[in-house]
């Protein structure tokens, strides 16, 4: 009985060992160089898993390691995963065999996260299709102007918010992130849903929307952990059946469509929110039952408070930096305020520096580092330096952006933030694929306009009527942490004060 066991568990270790063998030679045997730092069992991903370094570290780290490289490949533990580093393979992957290439790496679990499942982020085919069809049109340019009505709204509000800070003291130091969420989310409240977002009260409410994406986005070692798990195994999650958006969350949101479809019964008057406008899709023939409109509400709310938040963190730290490009935007936003009278939707879209100090901000801190996909259809990838892969259907594809928008290769000075790069003139000379914030060709965000209409709106009410400095009680340099492939920065504060 004894030599029975000791025979079946040497036979498991040589087929373990056999099937390790095989795992983590892949690229090896399809000639593809690999990143140094395989472990066993675990690939390229043991520091991750013990949250001593992100994913986005790993990349930047093998993306700088391996500059003559068109490509290398890692091992998402045993996943194999092709890291792309040439700007016309990265075209090739978002544009020219997009159908090779059309899901991303992330997924969802349908019998799990129903709030998510018409994201178009975790879907492809006919469902990514209809959801899309949907996003693009309640973000149409005349539907957009709509809702402006609403962000101007909150514009108001965000600056007696501050304004009431300021007669407590003569400098508001507050977190960046704290700050900016308060805005993203009473911008989802109000044009998104229709809703009061309690953002701007004096004392935080756990039912405020700024307060509500803490459940959601969360930041404890643990959470970061379960997340992490879920990122790098997708599949695991069938069996696991752990919810990314907690119960509480997703009953709030089927309530506030509830409650909303309700109000609608009773009222006459027109409204301006999205929930509106994607109910208006029925007159087109569309049918959008409560689920899809909770599911539609939450896409909104995930994508609108976050992302934003984070990316003009970035952008208000670069502001109280730098006070020269400060001094340059408030001008423009005054000049652009004194043409329209207000604060105006056009007033905005002629901000065109401010559109570069976002851009440049955007290149030096991206929200989210790297877009990974996930390969559906074999497709051949050739790179300039002779490295050619077969990619084979499920292999992962990692587009390393924030490493390609630090690369001296294709930025001179990258450590210098400088939105002269994006003027007019020098931003013809940019290689586009080297600048992908929103991603590009069919899969690109949707939510890019409304994104920049609101992130332009609340800088332009900071620097036309405060001076943004930084914080002393910010500890350079700032740290960072990675959920759900977004960056956010940590300790990053700043001093408000009246002009």
């Known amino acids: 009985m004894f030599s029975i066991l000791l025979t079946f568990i040497a036979g498991a270790l040589i087929l373990l060992i056999f099937y390790l063998l095989v795992r983590f030679t892949y690229w090896k045997r399809n000639g593809i160089p690999t990143a140094r730092g395989c472990y066993p069992f675990f690939g390229h991903m043991l520091p991750v898993l013990t949250l001593n370094t992100s994913m986005s570290d790993v990349v930047r780290k093998v993306y700088d390691d391996y500059q003559n490289c068109s490509m290398v490949g890692i091992y998402k533990v045993t996943q194999p995963a092709l890291i792309i580093r040439d700007p016309n393979l990265i075209r090739s992957v978002l544009i020219s065999n997009v159908s090779s290439f059309h899901k991303n790496a992330m997924e969802s679990n349908p019998n799990v996260d129903s709030l998510i499942n018409n994201h178009p982020f975790f879907n492809d085919g006919e469902v990514w299709l209809t959801g899309r069809k949907h996003l693009t049109y309640a973000f149409s340019g005349s539907r957009l102007r709509n809702l402006f009505i609403a962000i101007s709204g909150v514009c108001k509000k965000f600056q007696r918010f501050i304004d009431r800070q300021l007669e407590k003291d003569n400098k508001y130091d507050v977190e960046f992130k704290y700050l900016f969420t308060k805005f993203t989310g009473e911008v989802v409240a109000n044009a998104g849903l229709g809703i009061e977002g309690r953002c701007f009260e004096d004392e935080d409410h756990p039912t405020a929307f700024d307060q509500i994406g803490r459940a959601v986005f969360k930041t404890s070692l643990f959470d970061r952990f379960v997340i992490l798990v879920l990122t790098l195994f997708p599949k695991l999650n069938r069996l696991m059946k752990i919810d990314v958006v907690p119960k509480d969350v997703d009953q709030l949101f089927r309530g506030i469509v509830d409650e909303y479809l309700s109000m609608k019964e009773k009222e006459s008057t027109p409204r301006f929110d999205f929930l509106h406008l994607m109910m208006e899709l029925e007159k087109t023939g569309e049918k959008v039952d409560k689920n899809a409109l909770a599911s539609h509400a939450f896409t909104f709310y995930a994508d609108g408070l976050e992302t934003s938040s984070i990316t003009l963190s970035y952008v208000g730290y670069q502001l109280a930096v730098h006070q020269d490009v400060q001094k340059k935007l408030r001008d423009e936003v005054k000049s652009m305020i004194e043409k329209h009278g207000e604060l105006t939707y056009d007033a905005l879209a002629e901000m065109k520096y401010m559109e570069q100090v976002i851009n440049e901000s955007q290149r030096c801190y991206p929200a989210a580092d790297m877009l990974q996909k996930s390969c559906t259809k074999e497709c051949v990838l050739e790179g300039p330096d ?5 990619v084979k ?107």
């Open 386 to 390: 002779g490295l050619s892969c077969r």
């Open 393 to 499: 259907p499920d292999t992962h594809i990692i587009l390393p952006l924030g490493s390609l928008q630090s690369d001296s290769k294709y930025w001179p000075d990258p450590q210098t933030f400088d939105p002269e790069r994006f003027n007019p003139e020098r931003k013809q000379t940019i290689e586009k694929m080297a600048f992908l914030p929103f991603g590009d060709g069919p899969r690109m965000c949707v939510g890019m306009r409304l994104a920049m209409l609101q992130m332009k709106a609340c800088l332009a009410t900071l620097v036309n009527n405060y001076k943004l400095e930084l914080s002393p009680k910010t500890k350079l340099p700032f740290k960072t942490i990675t959920v759900f492939e977004l960056i956010l920065p940590v300790g990053l504060r700043v001093q408000i004060s009246k002009l």
